[in-house]
């Protein structure tokens, strides 16, 4: 697999054909300077954005904004897509595959995803179980959401049913505030980023719960926390 990462220099390549109107990443019209694309951010590396929510079609949907051609989504098996939406995956047999392979600690990963109130892999890899993760996992009205690196860091007292949710560097992060407690693990598996499931050691794993995907996005990098926040304001806003 390949495994270049992003250049923040190429990300408006693509998106007026892409996304369709409403987007919030499309060149503004009369001359002006374009606004900086949702994903970018000064000095971090972005390897991938996918923003199905807003795309001109499901086809468009696939392609990586940070550096289309590069990481673009394809189907392992196809998902539905609805353009106020995004990519709607049944939970059983629809997943994305992504060409990504996680390559260290300071990898982080971000999705706007929506779930039921049961269980719910959102998109990931894992070598084994328990070990060589990076993933997150949604458990909606269970109680409980996690995000994994070698180990799980589980946070309590709440599902996340609807959100933006995942990890940066080591901290995990709630629609942009941080989580208490951090990862303790010290490996990253190096198996390829699946979406819309868990990449299981090279096969995909569901759970049987329904998960929708407005956007997602990966980084090389860690971001702080300021900078988690603005990015998923501007998720929020998509």
Do not use: H, K
């Amino acid at each position: 697999m390949r495994r270049r990462v992003g250049t923040p220099g190429m990300a408006g390549i693509g998106l007026v054909s892409a996304l369709g109107p409403g987007s919030g990443s499309a060149a503004v019209m009369g001359g002006g300077a374009a606004p900086a694309p949702w994903w970018f951010i000064a000095g971090q590396t972005c390897v991938a954005a996918w923003q199905p929510i807003g795309a001109a079609n499901l086809a468009a949907s696939y392609i990586n904004l940070a550096n289309p051609g590069t990481f673009d989504a394809f189907p392992g098996t196809a998902p539905g897509w609805a353009v106020g939406v995004g990519w709607q995956a049944n939970g059983t047999t629809q997943y994305l595959r992504t060409g990504v392979i996680p390559g260290s600690l300071t990898w982080s990963f971000f999705i706007r995803g929506t779930t039921s109130s049961a269980v719910a892999w959102w998109g990931g890899s894992r070598r084994g179980i328990g070990t060589d993760e990076f993933a997150i996992l949604a458990w909606g009205g269970l109680g409980e959401r996690q995000a994994r690196y070698e180990n799980a860091l589980s946070i309590p007292g709440g599902g996340l049913a609807a959100g933006i949710y995942g990890f940066s560097g080591l901290t995990m992060y709630t629609n942009g505030a941080a989580d208490p407690g951090a990862f303790t693990g010290n490996l990253i598996a190096p198996i390829e980023l699946y979406l819309l499931a868990l990449n299981n050691n090279g096969a995909p794993s569901f759970t049987g719960t329904p998960v929708t995907i407005s956007a997602a996005v990966v980084y090389s990098t860690a971001p702080t926390a300021p900078e988690v926040a603005a990015l998923a304001a501007r998720m929020a806003a998509l």
